[in-house]
């Protein structure tokens, strides 16, 4: 995770990096980024994290859910 927020900070432009990258720095900019990689991209090891990360950040995920994943699904 600190590697990513290194690389997201590193990229300024948004308009020259890939949009893949460009769509993890808006989830960073919005702090949803954890969110993301917990409910998306996981691995096991993070997995076992979940319930920890829910407790203390249960905000942001209904925020990613509601902002990205329930309004992907409308379209």
Not at 28 to 34: H, M, N, R, V
Not at 43 to 65: E, V
Request: proline fraction near 1%; avoid cysteine; charge should be positive.
């Amino acid at each position: 995770m600190d590697a990513l927020h290194t690389v997201l900070k590193e990229s300024k432009d948004v308009k020259k990096i890939e949009p893949s990258l460009a769509a993890l720095k808006k989830l960073d900019a919005e702090g949803l980024l954890e969110a993301y990689i917990l409910l998306v991209r996981a691995d096991a090891g993070m997995k076992q994290d979940y319930s920890t990360y829910r407790q203390n950040n249960r905000d942001k995920l209904k925020r990613y859910l509601a902002q990205y994943v329930m309004k992907n699904g409308e379209n």
